[in-house]
Nanobody, 124 residues
Framework: QVQLVESGGGLVQAGGSLRLSCAASGRTFSTYDMAWFRQAPGKEREFVAITWSFGSTNYAGSVKGRFTISRDNGKNTVYLQMNSLKPEDTAVYSC??????????????????WGQGTQVTVSS
């Protein structure tokens, strides 16, 4: 069982930055793929970024070049650095975990563990 707790959300002006954190319980964090998803009101959950257990990363096209996902296996924590934020980035951001899998990581159905989410609001 893995428990995930996000932090770092808030209100920021367009063009600003935020860093989200997701702390995971358990002793096998390094073996999990970790991802961030977001969901805006009235929209489906959307893939944002993944860091696979072996270290590679991938991003949704809408955030590539602006967001950076990273992980610290010693701290059981995954981060999402968000720069050049836009109003359309407003959403509840959730981290997710799964046993390492060789696929795109974009389907939320492939993740067994989810955090409670943290609100990010970008004002224009």
């Amino acid at each position: 069982q893995v428990q995930l707790v996000e932090s770092g959300g808030g209100l920021v002006q367009a063009g600003g930055s935020l860093r989200l954190s997701c702390a995971a319980s358990g002793r096998t964090f390094s073996t999990y793929d970790m991802a961030w998803f977001r969901q805006a009101p009235g929209k489906e959950r959307e893939f944002v970024a993944i860091t696979w257990s072996f270290g590679s990363t991938n991003y949704a096209g809408s955030v590539k070049g602006r967001f950076t996902i990273s992980r610290d296996n010693g701290k059981n924590t995954v981060y999402l650095q968000m720069n050049s934020l836009k109003p359309e980035d407003t959403a509840v951001y959730s981290c997710a975990a799964r046993q390492s899998t060789y696929d795109s990581g974009a389907s939320p159905r492939s993740y067994a563990y989810w955090g409670q989410g943290t609100q990010v609001t970008v004002s224009s």
